[in-house]
């Protein structure tokens, strides 16, 4: 079983920033890639951005970059999202999944990050 833990999230005025963190209970030598996602109220799921676990590769969303690093800490076990530069549409649940290189999509249960204008 694997668990992701979000915690981070919060209230934050329009050009404010946010960290956001996911720890796994997994060993990361088993982890392929992590990804953050967001739904807003009434939306779909999005991505917002992934990291390549072994490589540190990153990507991310078109709306984000710039604003938003992902990063990891492997002695942590631990998934980051800085987020600056915060507006108003950034409002959502953000949601950490996890994808293992023996196949399978884990999810967190998400924190709530609210952005007011």
């Known amino acids: 079983q694997v668990q992701l833990v979000e915690s981070g999230g919060g209230l934050v005025q329009a050009g404010g920033s946010l960290r956001v963190s996911c720890a796994t209970s997994v060993r990361t030598s088993r982890i392929y890639d992590m990804g953050w996602f967001r739904q807003a109220p009434g939306k779909e799921r999005e991505f917002v951005a992934r990291?390549?676990?072994?490589?540190?590769?990153?990507y991310y969303t078109d709306s984000v970059k710039g604003r938003f690093t992902i990063s990891r800490d492997s002695a942590k076990s631990t998934l980051y999202l800085q987020m600056n530069s915060l507006k108003p549409e950034d409002s959502a649940i953000y949601y950490c999944?996890?994808?293992?290189?023996?196949?399978?999509?884990?999810w967190g249960q998400g924190t709530q990050v609210t952005v007011s204008s």
């Open positions: 990291l390549t676990w072994s490589s540190g590769l990153t």
């Open positions: 999944q996890a994808r293992l290189y023996t196949g399978g999509t884990n």
